[in-house]
């Protein structure tokens, strides 16, 4: 908190805020590489990722093997997997790598300038890279899950993302848009120093919210694209199931995510957090005083010419 800011509060009568907003990122941070802190950050994303696609892929294969709903979890439980899978990661990895384990979000970070360049590029790789291996690439090529259910795993589609019948692929896009505009939305309010600072008694509240969102969106979209939401999700079970209906819809679960992130993104940071707005006003406040001390400067100039009288 800024000096100016400080007066101004407490000439208003308002105590003075309790959080302090972070320093934008930079665009290019080249001394991250010397960082342990940052491999291991890269690290903890392409487990955590590689941990989320074996559960979630795994019950979504569990779910569509069963002919009938009473052996099954059903809609409900795959939702329920996939939004206890991120609460548990985000949970475990926010103190790591900020617990993204979505090139959505990480994208989304990197527009509100949370995150430099190259940490967000190489996040995107490694949560990719643990997709794959999550749902196929981990044991002499064959996978975790595609070898311990691999008849399964082809019979019903391998949990690849893909437009349903009865959908257009402009539905399905918009479903992916607003479905990550939810999520990223969700990140930005719970992860906002504002609130951190209010519930800092509540540690475990930040992951709740967002495992909640991701729960919710998956009842309202697995119907429409099963639900990607998350690009490396998609891109790990496309790769593995190799099926041309993997691929024809693909482009989807990438332009949706981003441009859903970008909103989101937009919205938190231009509309509720008055980015735009403080920017300007900043700049007008610097523009005032510059303009006091340019009359200060000519009153006193003034003063000596009529001393000199």
Known sequence: MTKEERRESEQQGFPPK??????????????EFKLWSFYRALIAE???TLL???????????HSRTSTNCGSVGVLGIAWSFGGMIFVLVYCTAGISGG?????????????????????????IAQCLGAICGTGLAICGTGLVKSFQKSFYDR????????????TK?????????????????????TDPKRSARDSHVPVLAPLPIGF?????????IPITGTGINPARSFGAAVIYGHKQSWDDHWIFWVGPFAGAALAAAYHQYILRAAAIKALGSFRSNGNVELEELVARRSCLCLKYVGLQ
């Not at 402009?170 to 719970?190: D, K, N, Q, R």
């Open 213 to 221: 969102a991701v729960f919710m969106v998956h009842l309202a979209t």
């Open 100 to 124: 993204h384990i979505n090139p959505a979000v990480t994208f989304g970070l990197f527009l509100a300038r949370k995150v430099s360049l190259p940490r967000a590029i190489l996040y995107m």
């Open 156 to 167: 019903y589609g391998g949990g690849a993302n893909y437009v349903h019948h009865g959908y």
């Open 18 to 31: 309790d959080y302090t907003d972070p320093p934008p990122a930079a665009l290019i941070e080249t001394s």
């Open 52 to 62: 989320f696609l074996y559960i979630t892929i795994a019950t979504v294969i569990g």
């Open 46 to 48: 392409f487990v955590a």
């Open 170 to 190: 402009g539905v399905g896009l918009a479903a992916e848009i607003i479905g990550t505009f939810v999520l990223v939305y969700t990140v930005f309010s719970a």
